[in-house]
């Protein structure tokens, strides 16, 4: 069924639509990923400060993220029409829940011995915050970053089929014509996407854990 | 509004997932159980399990119907490949949760490594293999909705004509039960893990 010569033929011909869809397909990904970050971490942070507001909160996008991907794309379609701007608010739907909850546990998992210690030096609420709360909170931070990531790119492939592009759209039209090695033209940039960016975050993570651990010891 | 219809598809999605989802616990729970044997392979396997699980839904389903063809089995072997992450990984750190304390007191009392693990270890992991479990349902059911596209059957495939024909009365007949699903098996199995870790 799959010819390597004809699969280099197939990548070689559709080098222009492949690189448009790789390039789609990242800017859908960083736009929603970037709106779900700044909108998250905020959001996780005001959490912290209202523990009784957040069960409540984080039951709710527990809820949304458990609703498959297809229904949220299909109703957005219903609601925003076929298009980028339904597939982006998809995907940011999506990414807040991984962030808020990492960003909430985060700050809160972090030992009261140093917050109590900063207040103790003097420092007021916003000083302690952008000084301890968020520098110790920043690894479990980005790990939700990243897994957030990691299933945006993933969702962003079927973003194709509400007209968002990308490259669901590579894989999408190989398999309306059959045309298995395009399909895979399309599916290989986007697992070795999804696997660059979830190693590179992954190594960011433990960079700055190693930073955090050596900061707080010596 | 077509019941019949859609009461068929949702057999065939639970189908699907279930078939997938026992799969990958009867691999996964193994594999957990093993790995606490020989510790050394762990993060090699974790690591192979977790690039699994990165890969995207649709790129999985091409890459294993290569294998397996534009039907069903395909959607059952992808959703065995992305359970096996959350159900061994779940399994692995309940497993090896026991406190030192008790192992120690389990061997004083003479008992043997397979007695150690399936009186003491086993019991205790129980609500962590749920929550593996729990997960990978839940992303099972999603797997099976994508899984038309590959030309299987299920709720996902009256979601799908919905989206094509603009029809969302269609739409809806997949979407909100498949919805539903996934809610209720996240919260029931939810309730289950509580309710057994408080014993």
Redesign the interface.
């Known amino acids: ?2 010819g390597v010569t004809e699969f280099i033929d197939t990548v070689v011909r559709n080098q222009a639509f492949i690189l448009r869809s790789t390039g789609r397909h990242l800017l859908i990904c960083a736009a929603a990923l970037l709106a779900g970050t700044a909108v998250a971490v905020p959001a996780g942070v005001l959490l912290s400060y209202h523990k009784k507001a957040a069960g409540a909160v984080l039951t709710v996008f ?2 949304i993220n ?6 949220l ?3 957005a ?2 609601l925003f029409g076929l298009g980028v701007a339904p597939s982006v608010a998809v995907l940011f739907l999506y990414s807040l829940l991984p962030i808020l909850r990492s960003t909430y546990t985060g700050i809160t998992g972090i030992d009261p011995r140093y917050i109590k210690a900063a207040s103790g030096m003097g420092m007021n609420r916003r000083q302690i915050l952008l000084g301890v709360k968020l520098p110790l909170a920043a690894p479990s931070v980005i790990s939700g970053v990243r897994l957030s990531a ?1 299933y945006v ?3 962003a ?2 973003a194709a ?2 007209g968002g592009g990308g490259l ?1 759209d590579v ?2 039209i190989g ?1 309306q014509s059959y045309n ?1 090695h395009l ?2 033209c ?3 940039p ?2 070795v996407l ?2 660059l960016v ?1 190693w590179a975050l992954n190594r960011v993570v433990r960079a700055v854990q190693k930073h955090v651990d050596g900061g707080v010891t010596s | 509004m077509n019941w019949t219809g859609m009461l068929s598809a949702a057999a065939v999605h639970l189908e699907i997932t279930f078939a997938g989802v026992l799969i990958g616990t009867a691999i996964g729970l193994p594999l957990a159980a093993l790995l606490i044997r020989f510790p050394r392979l762990g993060r090699g396997v974790f690591l192979v399990i977790d690039a699994i699980q990165t890969v995207p839904t649709l790129a999985m389903l091409t890459f294993v119907m290569l294998a397996f063809g534009l039907n069903e089995v395909t959607v059952v072997v992808s959703i065995v490949l992305y359970t096996l992450f959350p159900i061994t990984r779940n399994a692995y750190v309940g497993l090896t949760s026991a406190d030192a304390g008790i192992i120690r007191a389990g061997r004083g009392l003479g008992m043997t490594p397979l007695q150690i693990f399936t009186g003491i270890r086993l019991p205790l992991a129980v609500p962590m293999i749920l929550t593996g479990i729990r997960l990978a349902v839940v992303a099972a059911l999603a797997i099976a909705t994508t899984g038309v596209f590959i030309g299987a059957g299920g709720l996902g495939m009256l979601i799908w004509r919905g989206i094509q024909t603009r029809n969302t009365t269609m739409m809806l007949s997949g979407a909100v039960p498949v919805s539903l699903l996934a809610v209720f098996f996240e919260f029931s199995i939810g309730l289950l893990e509580k309710k057994l870790r408080r014993i």
Request: charge should be neutral.
């Open positions: 069924m799959i527990s809820v458990t609703v498959p991907s297809m229904v794309l299909g109703a379609m219903i990691v790119i993933s969702w492939t079927l089929f509400i669901g894989i999408w398999l298995f399909v895979f399309g599916a290989i986007a697992t999804a696997l979830s």
